[in-house]
């Protein structure tokens, strides 16, 4: 009996047979824009009879697959199947009965389209000097640098030898490295934690490092190391405040490495080596809860996964509840709840974006159409993930109660790959083992259905602590009530002062919920506090989502700036649509101003910015 579920996003035969270990042997060549080399998988059969080996690929070039290191294999690739890439099927020697190990090596080469890794040419970079290349696997692109069962629902341990000019960084331990006689530099790194393809990644640059303690370091180009240092001092600290909640960290090194700025997301929790955009670096360390939600990730998705990307919620639902957890107990429950509160609004902006009644707004959503993941990305697993979670935790009882569960649930599913269905089984197993009858009924009164399987906003609405919250919204309610007036001299600068930058978000957030403001009292906002010159991206975003509201022509150069010069998703996605939604020449700015810079991006980003342009 099959006991796997379908991975809808992966192609491979799952069911027949899984990877133990996978080898990589590349040469990078950043000229061709390649990695040329091979792979060695370690498979392992599933079942009796089985007669080929189906892998996920994706714009790959492959030469040939070797059996017992000299025998060739047949092999086909299919037709591609649209995000999914195209399956290549492997022949084997012989039907295998079940329980069989094996290794098969595949001679390959990446080519120019492959969708995890960007090149950078040293224009492009800080430096100037060097290229540059980088990984962006999650969801399914690990399949387009190496064919593999890319399916979350298998977990194996890596090695990799890579020769490459320019130093390399991979998510594994560092082995050491060698010159070669013919050129270049091959780098090894072993990762001995089973993890699922998505946390493969690579680097390749100029690239320097500062020690922050005996297990943490930065890593960035020569030019940035220093500030990432700074900005990220603490690092060591929130991890052994995670460990606190959770369990000692297993992983053996947590370093971060700053990407260049095309890198598209806030950070990805690469195990070992989390990769992060510069975007976070503001010289005021208010990013550091980017930091905390990837350590946070070193239990919730790296050791306990997500079986399949419907599932995605587990990851990143959990990791939020755990960033905040960390947060309260160093900087108190209000700082939690006030991120909190910002997490809520990224929620409605995303269940606005799809539509309430959308099924990308469902917390565990239908992917059985094989549509590409990444469509599906926003705020809902994080934010409905984390408020299922909070709420959860104040049914049974609060924290005494439900961080222990947490706790056990890691150990429970540490190194395996999981369902909701699982989560939710443990949930009352643990709970009726450890505190009885009672708080099963109080689990009883939640209504799972709506909150897993319903679109929409959350089915109860959570009350966070508003302490730090309520000085911005009083000062948006003021500026509410002024909109139209023509003398703003009621306002002052000092109106600020002593704002963080969480609360100025905030303070944002509410003004952008607000109708749109005239002109005039838009230039009053910023002439009082300056908002187009402060340095925070974080406030940039938000004052420019306000003023794109209000079609405020004078924004316009600066967003085009800021869209170009950064291409974190968070930041350049929504600005795009309200660019392009923007009186005046806003669809022509937004269409034209990504046609000439389409290359800046990380090919994701790229290709979600021609989606939502309309230009795909
Ligand atoms: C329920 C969703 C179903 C499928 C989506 C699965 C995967 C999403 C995929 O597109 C990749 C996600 C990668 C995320 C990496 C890092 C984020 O946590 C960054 C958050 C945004 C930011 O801060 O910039
Ligand atoms: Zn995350």
Redesign the pocket.
């Not at 598209?264 to 929790?269: A, I, R």
């Not at 469902?362 to 959503?365: A, D, G, I, N, R």
């Not at 590409?372 to 926003?378: E, K, T």
């Given at each position: 009996m099959c006991v796997r579920p379908v991975d809808h996003?992966s192609l491979a035969n799952l069911d027949e047979v899984t990877t133990t270990h996978l080898h990589l042997d590349w040469t990078i060549c950043f000229t061709k824009k390649v990695f040329d080399g091979s792979v060695t998988l370690d498979l392992l059969t599933l079942k009796d009879n089985v007669t080929k080996v189906v892998l996920d690929a994706s714009y790959l070039d492959i030469k040939k697959v070797l059996y017992l290191n000299d025998q060739e294999l047949k092999f086909k690739v299919g037709e591609r199947r649209g995000a999914l890439g195209s399956p290549v099927t492997i022949d084997l020697p012989e039907p295998f009965a079940n329980s069989t190990s094996f290794q098969i090596k595949i001679v390959y080469t990446t080519t120019p389209e492959c969708t995890a890794v960007q090149y950078l040419t040293p224009e492009q970079t800080l430096g100037g000097k060097h290229p540059f290349l980088f990984s962006?696997c999650?969801?399914?692109h690990a399949r387009s640098f190496v064919p593999c069962q890319d399916s979350p629902a298998v977990k194996l341990t890596y090695s990799a030898n890579v020769t490459s000019p320019l130093p390399v960084v991979m998510s594994a331990l560092d082995r050491g490295s060698r010159r070669e006689p013919t050129g270049g530099v091959t780098y090894t790194f072993h990762q001995p934690i089973k993890i699922p393809t998505?946390l493969i990644c690579i680097a390749s640059g100029n690239i320097a490092s500062r020690e922050l303690s005996d297990r943490c370091k930065v890593l960035a180009e020569p030019e940035m190391v220093d500030a990432v240092a700074w900005e990220f001092e603490d690092t060591d600290k929130f991890l052994s405040t995670a460990e606190g909640v959770l369990t000692p960290y297993e992983w053996h090194r947590y370093d971060i490495l700053i990407l260049p700025p095309s890198y598209?997301?806030?950070?990805?929790?690469n195990p070992c080596l989390t990769f992060a955009?510069p975007t976070l670096i503001a010289g005021d360390r208010s990013s550091i809860n980017?930091v905390i939600?990837?350590i946070s990730?070193s239990w919730m998705g790296n050791l306990v996964t997500t079986k399949t990307?419907?599932?995605?919620?587990l990851n990143?639902g959990h990791?939020k509840f755990i960033e905040r957890k960390v947060l309260g107990r160093l900087y108190g429950q209000p700082t939690a709840d006030l991120d909190a509160i910002i997490g809520l609004k990224a929620l409605r902006e995303s269940i606005n974006q799809y539509g309430e009644n959308s099924p990308?707004t469902?917390?565990?959503?239908d992917?059985s159409g094989g549509g590409?993941?990444?469509?599906?990305?926003?705020s809902?697993?994080?934010e409905k993930g984390f408020n299922m979670l909070h709420f959860v935790e104040e049914t049974v009882g609060g924290p005494a109660i439900f961080e222990p569960f947490v706790t056990s649930y890691v150990q429970e599913f540490a190194g395996k790959s999981i369902t909701t269905q699982d989560w939710k089984d443990y949930l009352y197993r643990y709970m009726e083992e450890h505190h009885g009858q009672d708080v099963i009924n109080r689990l009883n009164t939640i209504d799972f259905d709506a909150w897993i399987h319903q679109p929409g906003h959350l089915p109860v609405a959570p009350s966070f602590d508003t302490s730090l919250a309520d000085a911005s919204y009083a000062l948006a309610d003021r500026w509410n009530a002024a909109r139209h007036q023509a003398d703003f001299s009621a306002f002052s600068p000092k109106d600020v002062d002593g704002f963080t930058t969480a609360q100025l978000v905030v303070h944002l957030e509410r003004i952008s919920d607000q109708e749109a403001y005239p002109y005039e009292a838009l230039a009053a906002m910023d002439q009082l506090y300056g908002w187009s010159q402060r340095k925070s991206p974080e406030i940039k975003f938000r004052w420019q989502m306000v003023t794109l509201k209000a079609s405020y022509e004078p924004i316009y150069p600066a967003v085009v700036s800021f869209v170009t010069e950064q291409g974190?998703?968070?930041?350049v996605r929504p600005l795009y649509r309200s660019l392009a939604k923007a009186k005046g020449d806003g669809q022509a700015l937004a269409r034209s101003t990504y046609l000439a810079h389409r290359s800046f991006y990380h090919p994701?980003c790229a290709q979600l910015l021609a989606k939502d342009l309309g230009l795909a």
């Open positions: 996003s962006q999650e969801a399914i998505y598209p997301y806030g950070g990805m929790e955009t980017v939600h990837e990730h990307w419907e599932h995605f919620w990143e990791t990308a469902v917390l565990q959503p992917l590409d993941p990444d469509d599906f990305f926003s809902v697993p994080y974190r998703m968070k930041y994701i």
